[in-house]
């Protein structure tokens, strides 16, 4: 086992990394790759952050029947069985975090670390033991958590879950209510309902994913609904009744009382940034307690920097160890880096939805704020995938296309898909639009028949 350190190695290290998460340890390992002094300090045992840690039957017999696959049965799933797989590959990867930390010199503290000054954090651990590391860089990657209401606000809220604790549920819950409109809902949602479980999604408005693309709110709300999870829509709950473990009843401003096994809040999330020490510091952070930066993962207070969910732009995992590892090649590299910083527009992301979701770039109301309606123009298609030819109508899922582009040469700045593939077919769009593509550009590119991602370059 890869060694824990319970004291200083050093006088002082080159870079101290409060937090363990996938953007800690981009950070850290990009830092020791420049042969620097770095250390790690997770409070968790468990390293790798929530994207490691926390991140069909019936679809399965109604596609078999139209590829004529007979005698298929009644498949069904066995969440007593493939919880504890599930659990034991996500320690193994926690071992590969602690494995590749120790090859690559970084040392591990486990403990609870606190700023004590600009240039000093304390680390506390479980024994209650405690000692202090200088540094001469310090960077805070303690990520966010997820957000419960408090019983104050909402009666009962507290025997709800949240999506860390979908991974704790040792038994599939009959039913349950995933309380919220964003992709962890959504996706939750969908898993809940695509195994069996009778899936209530609570919403305020009328469609799920709010901050995306009209389109693919339009499109995948009514198909959630057609695939069998019950929406609530322009519902707020207003209590929470039930023993833990026992029946539940959500009861919503609407004057509807949904029985449930399970109630999961996925309402979002906030960062991490309680007890750290940020006011010993002087670290500033906004009025969600996001910790503010500028564009290079500057805080307020020389040498100290921030990255990830702790400062509060773009959620994402992908995010953080991009912008960690630009921040150490920056700090530790070569002069090639010196401005080296990760730039936050045109970042794509997916939505791991039935079917899933690709987006990238602006939204057309985005669109049309930014150019001008009259420098607007949109390029969209609505088809079922080939996958589908040979399934009953009433199953083929939805796949949309939307292409957004601006002025006279039409500069894509937008894109956004729905539909089987279409997480997979967005990274090379992706692309694309980072590096300032028009409509021209996709014309111009020979199409790969027979795919769905083709429809992207033959739009008109």
Partial sequence: MPPIFDKPSFEK?????????????????????????????????????????????????????????????NPTFDWKAFKPQRDAYISRLNKIYETN????????????GKLTSPNTVE???????????????????????????????????????????????????????????????????????ALGTEAHLIIRGETVLRTFDPTIQETLTPWMEKTGVHIHRGSNVTRVDGVRGQALTVSTDKGEKIEVDTVLWAIGRHPLTQNLG?????????EKG???????????????????????????????????????????????????????????TVVFSHPPIGTVGLTEPQARKKYGDDAIKIYRTSFKSLYFSQVDEEHKEPTVYKLIVAGPEEKVVGVHLIGQGSDEALQG????????????????TVAIHPTSAEELVTLR
């Fill in 278 to 286: 940020l006011e010993s510091a002087g670290i500033k952070t906004d």
């Fill in 101 to 112: 930390w120790a090859k690559e010199g970084i040392e591990y503290h486990h403990g609870y």
């Fill in 13 to 73: 290290y080159d870079y101290v990394v409060i937090g363990g998460g996938s953007g800690g340890s981009g950070t850290a390992r990009r830092a020791a790759s420049y042969g620097k002094k770095v250390a790690i300090i997770e409070a968790t045992a468990t390293p790798g952050g929530t994207c490691v840690n926390v991140d069909l039957q019936d679809r399965f017999r109604h596609h078999a029947a139209g590829y004529k696959f007979t005698n298929v049965g």
């Fill in 123 to 193: 680390v506390t651990r479980a024994d209650g033991h405690k000692y202090t590391l200088q540094a001469e860089h310090i960077t805070i990657a303690v990520g966010g958590t997820p957000t419960i209401p408090s019983d104050d606000k909402i009666p009962g809220a507290s025997l709800g879950t949240d999506s860390d604790g979908f991974f704790a549920l040792e038994e599939q819950p009959k039913r349950v209510a995933v309380i919220g409109a964003g992709y962890i809902a959504v996706e939750l949602a969908g898993i809940f309902n």
């Fill in 290 to 348: 996001d910790i503010v930066v500028d564009e290079y993962q500057n805080t307020n207070v020389k040498n100290i920097y921030a990255i990830g969910d702790v400062q509060g732009k773009w959620l994402l995992t992908p995010v953080a160890i991009a912008a960690g590892r630009r921040l150490s090649n920056r700090l530790f590299g070569p002069e090639a880096f010196k401005n080296d910083h990760l730039n936050y527009d045109n970042i794509s």
């Fill in 429 to 444: 769009f992706g692309v694309a639009v980072k590096m300032g593509a028009t409509k021209k550009d996709l014309d111009d």
